[in-house]
């Protein structure tokens, strides 16, 4: 079983920063990619910004240049540092890692997400 825990997420002035961490526990071999998604109340679930474990990155357009994606290989963690953040950037906020497990199978996990309500 492998558990995937975000936090960092609350209420933020428009124009304000945030920083919301993933980690990953549990019976893991190796994480492979690791990504951020948000959904929006009645909007899509979309991708925010992804990461192999090599360290590439991968953002929406809409984030590009605000954003940054970083991980902790040896602690099992990724991060999104959010800068300039916006009203349309309210969402609920998930993160997502393509685990191996101990088992040596590859499977997608997704957190249970933390709320993120940019407002004045």
């Known amino acids: 079983q492998v558990q995937l825990v975000e936090s960092g997420g609350g209420l933020v002035q428009p124009g304000g920063s945030r920083r919301l961490s993933c980690a990953a526990s549990?019976?893991?071999?190796?994480?492979?990619?690791m990504g951020w998604y948000r959904q929006a109340p009645g909007k899509l679930r979309e991708m925010v910004a992804t990461?192999?474990?090599?360290?590439?990155?991968n953002y929406a357009d809409s984030v590009k240049g605000r954003f940054t994606i970083s991980r902790d290989n040896a602690k099992n963690t990724a991060f999104l540092q959010m800068n300039s953040l916006k009203p349309e950037d309210t969402a609920v906020y998930y993160c997502?890692?393509?685990?191996?497990?101990?088992?040596?199978?590859?499977?997608?996990?997704w957190g249970q997400g933390t709320q993120v309500t940019v407002s004045s």
């Open positions: 997502n890692g393509v685990v191996t497990n101990t088992a040596r199978s590859t499977v997608s996990y």
């Open positions: 990461i192999t474990s090599g360290g590439h990155t």
């Open positions: 549990g019976s893991i071999f190796s994480i492979n990619d």
